[in-house]
Structures are given as C-alpha cells and as structure tokens.
C-alpha cells in the first residue's frame, strides 16, 4: 500500500515547492574574483585605474582607451582547491585540480594622427573567467544529538503522506525512515525513535558528507574606449556571462546503536542520501567607466556595472537508500527510492557596483594602484519561475541574509628594464549580515608575479593564494553544529601577449 501511495505521489506531486533555488544558490553566482591576464591577477585586479590590460576591461572599460596598439593575448591556468573541515571535533581535508583558460583577449587601436581632442578609438573583443567553482570537501564526525532524519520527519510533520515532498521526505517516507506516529494527526517520527528506546539514546552514528563541485562562471566581453588628449579615457562594456555549477553531494550515516530502531523487529545499520545539481545558464550585463589623468603620475577611475541578468535552468535529483539488520516480509533490509528527474527555468538578477579608483605611476619605474569597489547583495533578485513562482519568500531571506559590503584591491609593479617585478592583495567583505553566523565570511586573496617584455611580444607569471573560511551546515542547524570550512586556493596562470 505504502509503495502505491508513493507512485501516486510522484505522478500528482506539484513542482510549484522551490527545492534548490535559495539565497545560497542566488550568492554563489553574484560573487564575481576577476581573472584574466597573468599581470592584472599578480597585481591584485587593482586595475580600474591604469588600464593597458585586457583584465581591466572587466573592471573598468575606460581602460580599453589607453591602448595605443594592437594586442592579442592569452592565459592559461592551473587551479588548486585544498579544504579542510571540522566538524564535531574531527578534521578531514581534500583536494581538487583544474586546468582551465583564465582569459583570451584582442584590442585594435584606431589612431586620429592627432596629439588633442580625440586621439584614437580602441576595440576589444574577449574572454575573463569571473569565478571556478572547483572543489572536493569531505565532513565527518561521530554525532550524539541528532540525524539527518530527524531535519525529514520535522519537515513531513503537517503534511499527509501523499503531500511530502518528493525530493526529501517522501524518500524517507518510502524507505521506512519516517513514519506517522500511532494516534497523530500527520505527525511523523524517525525509525529512530517509533518503537523502543528514546532518541538520545540511539545516536552516536557516523556522519559523513562528501561534497564535489565543478563549474566555472566567465565572461565574454565587447567593449569600446576613447582617449581624448591623453588625459581623459572613456570606454563601454557589453558582458555575456556563461556559467556551469555542478554538485554531487552525498550524506552517509552509519554505526547506529545496534538496539536503536524497530526494537527486536529490525535495526537501521546506515542511509545514503544523495543528491544531484547542475545550474546552466547566460546572462548580460552592461559596464561604463572613467579614467582622468590631471598629471602624468596621478591617473583616477570610476566605473558602474549594471546588474547581470540570468536566465538560468536547474536539473535536480536526489535519492535514499537504507540498510537495516534484519527484514521480514513487511519490513525489507534494504530499501531504496529516488526522486523524479526534475528541470526548472528561473531568473537572476545580481547586484549593481560601483567602483572607485586611483594610480600612481612613477615615471617608466614603478605603480601602485588602488581599487574599491561597492556592492549592495541585499538586491539579489530570484525570479520568474518556470512554473510560475514568484520567490517572494526566498527573496525575503536575501533581504534579510545579505548586506552592503565592499572590496578592496592593492596592486604594485617595479621595472627593471625587461623585467617586472609584481604584487597585490584583494580583500572581498563578507555579503552576510551581522546576524547571520558567516559575516565572518571574508575572502582574502595575496599574488604575486614576473613579467619579461621583449619588443612586440611579452611573457607573465601569476601566482595567487586565496583562503576563505566559513560554517556550513549538513541539515537544519538547530539540530546540530555546523562544520567549519577553511578554503585555500591557489592559481598558478601565465599569459603569452603579441603587439602589432
């Protein structure tokens, strides 16, 4: 009977429930690290003010006017993810490579023959990766106050068994997880706890999660700048963005007290819970900028970006399976059931910026740069469901969740003849709000890197370490401690550039 209810519930079930689009999801693709040429990444991305690189187009457009030639380049990188978590006094870590292209770019200058007014015209046409979203994570832990069936069976608590929701608990529904409690109204309990000792007593399980992403989010670029009489700069940028986010993630809980559940009829030995997210999608944006130089080494830089417009499509898919002692003809050993294969159209909308710059440059020697940039994650938008929703609520939690914040970058460079000589460091503020227990999440980024010009052709090095910390949570977080994550990335990337 269970097993016809549970095929009826699939066949009825409404996909109005939102199951993945959340603040995190709406974050993660508003969260922008500028890649591109080996030199802007050594510096920092402290670019809005200097221009001459392919990378500052992406910061600042008016950069595309200071070129006085044309140029081609080309940046390859290699990507390493190390983690490590803690979690329930337990430390694990684990690693993941990618090799990936960082930026590909071409500029032509268009020249006036004229030393005032408008000196020439610039055109670039482009690539710049804007964030990797590569990593491998493992949490572990033995846990004495709770299981991730106790986050199901709450959520299954109002609902009857033929309205659960299909992606979760309906899964520990048909796997003999949950069950209504003898006498309640659509009240539900975990196997834990329906028949003999009480819940305390049952836990001490092994938690592990095992968490695996890939994806990258870039941006194609045409932009168009102007230098009228070398001392003011203008340029435009038309971004479209691509991006790719896959997660598999699995949750494995083990090792139960051997006289925990169904008392003498059958023990739960472990569950699986797995589940399966790929995001895809394309969006534009639209970017304006300044750059002014009252003396020769004092240049100043403004920009504006737009939001970014997604349309973005999930494909989403769990499934549970359950190990138990012992079986009979009512209650089976192993069980097993997965959701249905589900494909959901949305919109994003990601927040406006403002950025500020200044540069020095001193003589044909030296540079220092200095970028901040502002940026307002309470304006993250979800919208336009495909079947209709209109996320009024989760957009009420990026509300709530998310605040103001800003970035800082710092970038420097000595020449020594052929040879430069460079160093940065970026500092990307925490988008959560004094309330929330990541507004601490800050990223802090530290590069460095050697550059070799030769006449029309020019050789750089890039080397960038960003480290990054926060608390993530394995299922509802009143009902345990979160694990904490400690991030550290490291970029190694080159770019191989042509002047003509």
């Not at 268009?110 to 610039?122: A, I, L, M, P, Q």
């Not at 479209?240 to 993630?249: A, F, P, Q």
């Not at 008392?263 to 997210?277: C, G, M, T």
Request: glycine share 8%.
């Amino acid at each position: 009977m269970k097993k016809l209810i549970y095929i009826i519930t699939l066949l009825f079930f409404s996909f109005t429930v939102v199951f993945a689009q959340n603040e995190v999801d709406a974050l993660r693709y508003s969260l922008t690290f500028y890649g591109g040429t080996a030199r802007a990444v050594s510096m920092g991305g402290a670019f809005g003010a200097l221009g001459g690189d392919f990378s500052a187009i992406s910061y600042n457009p008016a950069g595309i006017g200071v070129y006085r030639s044309t140029e081609l380049t080309f940046s390859p990188s290699l990507f390493y993810d190390n983690t490590s978590s803690n979690y329930l006094n337990s430390t694990f870590e684990d690693y993941k490579y990618n090799f990936n292209i960082n930026n590909f770019g071409f500029v032509t200058t268009f020249k006036t023959n004229n030393d005032e007014g408008w000196v020439s015209t610039s055109l670039a046409l482009g690539y710049n990766k804007l964030n990797n979203f590569n990593s491998r994570i493992r949490i572990e832990g033995i846990c004495s106050n709770s299981s991730m069936l106790d986050y199901f069976a709450s959520n299954a608590t109002g609902y009857s068994e033929d309205n659960l929701y299909a992606f979760d608990e309906a899964l520990a529904w048909e796997t003999y997880l949950i069950d209504t409690v003898t006498g309640g109204i659509y009240e539900y309990a975990t196997v834990l706890s329906l028949y003999g000792d009480a819940p305390e007593s049952t836990y001490g399980q092994n938690q592990r999660r095992s968490i695996n992403t890939k994806g990258s989010m870039g941006e194609y670029i045409i932009a168009f700048g102007a230098n009228y009489s070398h001392k003011l700069y203008l340029g435009a940028t038309f971004g479209y963005r691509k991006l790719r986010y896959v997660e598999h993630s699995e949750q494995l809980e083990s090792n139960f007290d051997d006289d925990s559940s169904y008392a003498e009829i059958l023990d739960l030995e472990s569950f699986k819970y797995i589940q399966d997210l790929e995001t895809r999608g394309q969006g534009y944006t639209f970017k304006l900028g300044f750059i002014y130089k009252p003396i020769d080494m004092l240049r100043i830089g403004g920009a504006i970006h737009l939001p970014t417009f997604y349309d973005l499509k999930d494909e989403y898919y769990t499934s549970l399976e359950a190990n138990f002692a012992a079986g009979d003809s009512v209650n089976p050993q192993n069980t097993y059931a997965e959701s249905p294969f589900l494909e959901y159209d949305y919109s994003l909308t990601t927040p406006f910026k403002a950025i500020g710059s200044v540069a020095l440059k001193i003589k044909k020697i030296a540079l220092l740069s200095f970028d901040y940039e502002f940026i307002d994650y309470s304006t993250i938008r979800l919208r336009n469901g495909g079947d209709g929703y209109d996320f009024l609520d989760e957009n009420d939690i990026l509300q709530d969740c998310y605040k103001k914040s800003a970035n800082i970058r710092t970038g420097a460079e000595v020449r020594l003849g052929p040879i430069s000589l460079r160093g940065g460091y970026a500092f990307y503020g925490s988008p959560y709000r004094s309330s929330e227990v990541n507004k601490n999440a800050n990223y802090s980024s530290f590069s460095g890197g050697i550059g070799f010009r030769e006449k029309n052709v020019f050789f750089d090095i890039a080397y960038v370490n960003t480290i990054h910390n926060e608390r993530y949570y394995l299922y509802n977080h009143y009902l345990h401690d979160g694990a904490k994550f400690n991030s550290n990335d490291s970029k190694v990337l080159v770019t191989l550039g042509f002047k003509f």
